[in-house]
């Protein structure tokens, strides 16, 4: 069933004429503007593409753009999916897997995230070393398909050393302070409570309700990735203020042109 379905979305993309893109690129929470810089050539609503699930959040376009930025074709997800919304982790991956299909040789990712570590501040980019899935599922969970990736798939090095370090480089380069850290995923939809926020931090820098289904994904399948949080609140729990979307989404926008910027140029030397 899922080959079927994964055949029914590749299909219909190809006939929209979207071959061999080289990078796949998931837009997090707030962080949609980066489609700006993408010279696009297709623009298309998830609701039209088969099996796709559609985005739910308001802060999610939920559209696929096909383009290029400078001389290299990507395609770009302006919003994705979310277990809290009511999707199977396999349906939150599924259009992983369909960029894979289309012919990515890499993925970039983009989240928005709380700050755990007390000297990662708000405002702040967090390039994610590794992470921790405290989501109460695995997106490879059921009958396997050996032809898309082993059933036991390596997670020893989920994020290619090789994107971390160019993506590192470019930071230095454009003098764009970027921390370094773990990655914890957790269900939500709501923030956490102070205890959790005591408990996450000790073996964790950042939290989030994404990304690490569609990492695990790519790699069962053999696709590079790299990721970078966007830290848009502090979670200190004995100085917890509440937070707010409005906020979130203000912070995320805020730093979202140094991330933009560091995506765009690592994307020019792939």
Do not use: W
């Given at each position: ?180 850290g773990v990655y914890v995923a957790v269900m939500g939809p709501n923030l956490e409570t102070r205890a959790e926020y005591r408990m996450l931090r000790q073996f964790s820098d950042a939290v989030g309700m994404s990304t690490v289904p569609e990492v695990i994904v790519a790699n069962q399948m053999g696709l590079p990735c790299a990721a970078i949080s966007v830290l848009t609140d502090e979670c200190d729990p004995d100085n917890l203020a509440p937070a707010s979307l409005e ?24």
């Open positions: 069933m899922l080959r079927k379905k994964l055949t029914e979305a590749v299909a219909y993309l190809s006939s929209r004429g979207i071959s061999k893109p080289e990078t796949g690129i998931i837009l997090g929470t707030g962080l949609g503007r980066m489609a700006g810089e993408i010279n696009i050539e297709q623009e298309i609503d998830y609701s039209l593409i088969p099996h796709f699930p559609v985005s739910t959040v308001e802060s999610h376009k939920g559209r696929l753009i096909c383009g290029k930025i400078g001389n290299k074709q990507v395609i770009a997800m302006q919003g994705r999916f979310h277990y809290y919304e009511g999707y199977s982790l396999q349906e939150v991956t599924f259009p992983v897997r369909v960029m894979k299909l289309l012919g990515i040789n890499r993925l970039l990712l983009s989240n928005a995230a709380g700050a755990l570590n007390p000297g990662y501040k708000k405002g702040g980019l967090m390039l994610i070393d590794d992470h921790i899935n405290f989501l109460p599922d695995n997106p490879l969970r059921g009958k396997n398909h050996d032809e898309m990736g082993p059933r036991f798939p390596d997670m020893s090095q989920p994020y290619s050393r090789e994107l971390n370090k160019k993506i590192e480089q470019i930071a230095s380069d454009e003098n764009i302070e970027l921390y370094k906020e979130i989404l203000a912070v995320a926008a805020m730093a979202e042109e140094k991330l933009t910027r560091i995506f765009v140029k690592l994307i020019a030397t792939l």
